[in-house]
């Protein structure tokens, strides 16, 4: 995630990998949301040197889930199909995008998306009641 200097502490991968696979598992999360912005706010590492960790433990954590998931018929693999071209597009938009925005930039964007998004569950999840 960052350079010798600072480096989080060893115990804090498998704290927090834990943690994120956890949520990532439960509520279908990207883990490696999670993991980034864990470290960033603890040790205070780069948003942009955490990207290409998170998406490989997207990747992973997506295919566990997936396998886990296979005796299920929850996996709807039409609209896997649909997603993934454009998912992939995205993916390469979106890291051209973080490697050229000022790092200051990139962490506020990442903190609004998930306030964002967290504030969207929490009312739809208060009128279920």
Do not use: C
């Amino acid at each position: 995630l960052a350079g010798p200097a600072m480096a989080p502490p060893l115990w804090s991968y498998p704290s927090i990998g834990a943690f994120a696979g956890f949520l990532s598992g439960m509520l279908g999360v990207g883990g490696g949301g999670i993991v980034v912005l864990a470290f960033s706010l603890i040790f205070h590492t780069p948003v942009l040197g955490g990207l290409p960790l998170a998406l490989a433990i997207n990747v992973v954590n997506a295919t566990s889930g997936v396998v886990a998931q296979r005796g299920t018929g929850q996996t709807h693999w039409e609209d896997v199909a649909k997603l993934v071209p454009a998912a992939l597009v995205g993916i390469a938009v979106g890291v051209g995008l973080a490697i050229v925005m000022p790092a200051n930039a990139l962490k506020v964007i990442f903190a609004l998306f998930f306030l964002y998004m967290g504030w969207r569950l929490v009312r739809r999840g208060a009128r279920l009641r």
